[in-house]
């Protein structure tokens, strides 16, 4: 049929076009579009790489160059030797480490045959309240006299009255020591009846000078504990864990020398017009003998003798540990119960001299060729590698030295002195040879480890001693 007048077209659809437009349509109402957010987020990270991409070595270099300058102020602020110890004393403060174990006296216990006991087995309190200093019944030992060798010995044929420059200059010997000749030190270790031997003390200019003041204190001490922290070297610890009878008969001596002075007064540890902090008399010895702060050590540790003339005993303490027990029981429990002039803690990590001596040279201890010097003679004098000696562990840790002030005893400490003078700092390396030149380990207690930790409460070193400046 037809429409006149009309201007429309008319179009005819199937049915199957009808349905893809409708598809089509449907299609593109479903799709979903992407939110601006995401757009926003990928176009900051963009954004971001490329700013990191222009600018990066300025990220890399400025922050290297804060660090360098910071480094270079901290290295401009070290102080020298030579500056004021007060400053050094205090960045050491700052370095230190807690004192956890500082004033406990709980005991130490091991096992033996499957029974749990006491490390150091003291006398009962009441005991020790009344223990007495035993009386001298004369002595069986095969030495009865020490004579010390000195720069106004008229019996010195050696000649070794008077030291080379040259000599002081390439040996640790020195006005103190002496210098002991090869030929004298084979001769000391002789057993006689009456012996004789360099002991320090050489001469009157020698160095380790005392106040009259100071000495007279010292020639009054019967039975004493000492220390020593030279070189501004460890605090100092009050002795704890003492009976009334120790209080009353027993001198504890600490030697200090002016910059270990200065460091503790820095630290509020001050002298009393006394003369004393807590217990320890403070004696400040002037014109160190040698550079290192260690030789300067072993004076006070081996040649008590020398410096108490009428003492009897003596303990020596390390500055690192702090003196927990009764010296008079300690006295009766290592000395007068087992009959022995010398006790002395066993090493705890070793048992032969030639492994300690490998051991001192990783640790950087010594150098290997000072090492290599002691060792050679040694083996030439017939040392032999054995790690016990008479059945004994001979290698021992030298921190707390208990003893008694005998002509055998004096003598070995000598003896022991001279060698580490003539070889290397290191004493455990050789006490056992002193030990097995003398022949005398039936008067020499060497303790277990665990009776030497029941002894004190161990800090540790503070901080490293300042080498003497000359």
Same mark, same amino acid.
């Given at each position: 049929?037809?429409?006149?007048?009309?201007n429309?077209?008319?179009?005819?659809v199937?049915?199957?076009e009808e349905?893809?437009?409708l598809g089509?349509?449907?299609?593109r109402v479903?799709?979903?579009r992407k939110?601006?957010?995401?757009r926003?987020?990928?176009?900051?990270a963009q954004?971001v790489?490329?700013?990191?991409v222009?600018y990066?070595?300025?990220?890399?270099?400025?922050?290297?160059?804060?660090?360098?300058l910071?480094?270079?102020?901290?290295?401009g602020?070290?102080?020298?030797?030579?500056?004021?110890?007060k400053h050094?004393?205090?960045?050491?403060r700052? +370095?230190?480490?807690?004192?956890?174990n500082?004033?406990r006296?709980?005991?130490?216990?091991?096992?033996?045959?499957g029974?749990?006991e006491?490390?150091?087995?003291?006398?009962?309190?009441?005991?020790?309240e009344?223990?007495?200093i035993?009386?001298d019944?004369?002595?069986?030992?095969?030495v009865?006299?020490?004579?010390?060798?000195?720069?106004?010995?008229?019996?010195?044929l050696?000649?070794?009255?008077?030291?080379s420059?040259?000599?002081?200059k390439?040996?640790?010997?020195?006005?103190?020591?002496?210098?002991?000749?090869l030929?004298?030190?084979?001769?000391?270790?002789k057993?006689?009846?009456?012996?004789?031997v360099?002991?320090?003390f050489?001469?009157?200019?020698g160095?380790f000078?005392?106040?009259?003041?100071d000495?007279?204190?010292?020639?009054r001490c019967?039975?004493v504990?000492?220390?020593c922290?030279?070189?501004?070297?460890?605090?100092?610890?009050?002795?704890?864990?003492?009976?009334g009878?120790?209080v009353?008969?027993?001198?504890?001596?600490?030697f200090?020398?002016?910059?270990?002075?200065?460091?503790?007064?820095?630290?509020?540890q001050?002298?009393?017009?006394?003369g004393?902090?807590?217990?320890w008399?403070?004696?400040v010895v002037?014109?160190?003998p040698?550079? +290192?702060q260690?030789?300067?050590?072993?004076?006070?540790?081996?040649?008590?003798?020398?410096?108490f003339?009428?003492?009897?005993?003596?303990?020596?303490?390390?500055?690192k540990?702090?003196?927990?027990?009764?010296?008079?029981g300690?006295?009766e429990?290592?000395? *007068?119960?087992?009959n022995?002039?010398?006790?002395?803690?066993?090493?705890?990590?070793?048992?032969?001299?030639? +492994?300690?001596?490998?051991?001192?040279?990783?640790k950087?201890?010594?150098t290997p060729?000072?090492v290599?010097v002691?060792?050679?003679?040694?083996r030439?004098?017939g040392?032999?590698?054995?790690k016990?000696f008479?059945?004994k562990k001979?290698?021992?840790e030298?921190?707390?030295?208990?003893?008694e002030h005998?002509?055998?005893?004096?003598?070995?400490?000598?003896? *022991?002195?001279n060698e580490?003078?003539?070889?290397?700092?290191?004493?455990?390396?050789?006490?056992?040879?002193?030990?097995?030149?003398?022949?005398?380990?039936?008067?020499?207690h060497l303790?277990?480890?665990?009776?030497?930790?029941?002894?004190?409460?161990?800090?540790?070193?503070?901080?490293?001693?300042?080498p003497?400046?000359?």
């Amino acid at each position: 049929m037809s429409m006149a007048g009309s201007n429309g077209v008319s179009i005819s659809v199937s049915d199957e076009e009808e349905c893809d437009e409708l598809g089509r349509t449907r299609a593109r109402v479903r799709r979903k579009r992407k939110k601006p957010s995401y757009r926003a987020k990928s176009e900051l990270a963009q954004r971001v790489i490329r700013w990191l991409v222009k600018y990066w070595l300025f990220l890399v270099f400025v922050p290297a160059t804060v660090l360098l300058l910071y480094e270079a102020s901290r290295i401009g602020r070290k102080t020298s030797p030579e500056i004021d110890s007060k400053h050094s004393s205090e960045r050491a403060r700052v +370095d230190r480490r807690p004192m956890t174990n500082l004033n406990r006296l709980d005991p130490k216990y091991r096992f033996v045959h499957g029974v749990r006991e006491r490390c150091l087995k003291l006398l009962p309190q009441e005991e020790l309240e009344h223990l007495d200093i035993p009386v001298d019944e004369g002595s069986t030992s095969p030495v009865n006299k020490v004579l010390y060798i000195s720069e106004r010995d008229s019996l010195d044929l050696e000649g070794s009255s008077t030291l080379s420059s040259q000599l002081t200059k390439t040996t640790r010997f020195n006005l103190f020591t002496g210098n002991q000749t090869l030929d004298q030190r084979e001769k000391s270790f002789k057993v006689n009846e009456t012996a004789m031997v360099h002991c320090g003390f050489y001469s009157d200019n020698g160095g380790f000078k005392i106040s009259n003041e100071d000495k007279n204190y010292m020639e009054r001490c019967e039975v004493v504990v000492s220390t020593c922290a030279f070189g501004g070297g460890d605090d100092l610890y009050q002795p704890i864990g003492m009976s009334g009878a120790s209080v009353r008969k027993v001198c504890f001596v600490a030697f200090w020398d002016d910059i270990t002075l200065s460091a503790q007064e820095y630290a509020r540890q001050t002298i009393g017009e006394d003369g004393f902090i807590g217990k320890w008399r403070i004696v400040v010895v002037k014109e160190l003998p040698f550079t +290192d702060q260690r030789l300067n050590g072993k004076i006070p540790k081996m040649l008590s003798h020398r410096l108490f003339p009428h003492a009897k005993y003596s303990i020596w303490v390390d500055s690192k540990s702090q003196f927990r027990r009764d010296p008079l029981g300690v006295l009766e429990a290592l000395l *007068w119960r087992s009959n022995s002039v010398l006790a002395i803690s066993e090493h705890g990590a070793r048992s032969s001299v030639y +492994d300690e001596a490998k051991a001192v040279v990783n640790k950087n201890k010594a150098t290997p060729e000072e090492v290599e010097v002691q060792l050679t003679q040694y083996r030439y004098d017939g040392f032999p590698e054995d790690k016990r000696f008479n059945g004994k562990k001979a290698l021992a840790e030298a921190s707390v030295i208990v003893r008694e002030h005998t002509p055998l005893s004096n003598l070995f400490m000598c003896l *022991w002195f001279n060698e580490v003078v003539r070889f290397t700092s290191r004493d455990q390396l050789s006490f056992p040879y002193v030990l097995w030149r003398l022949q005398v380990p039936q008067n020499i207690h060497l303790f277990p480890v665990c009776i030497r930790k029941d002894l004190v409460n161990s800090m540790g070193h503070i901080r490293k001693a300042r080498p003497l400046i000359r």
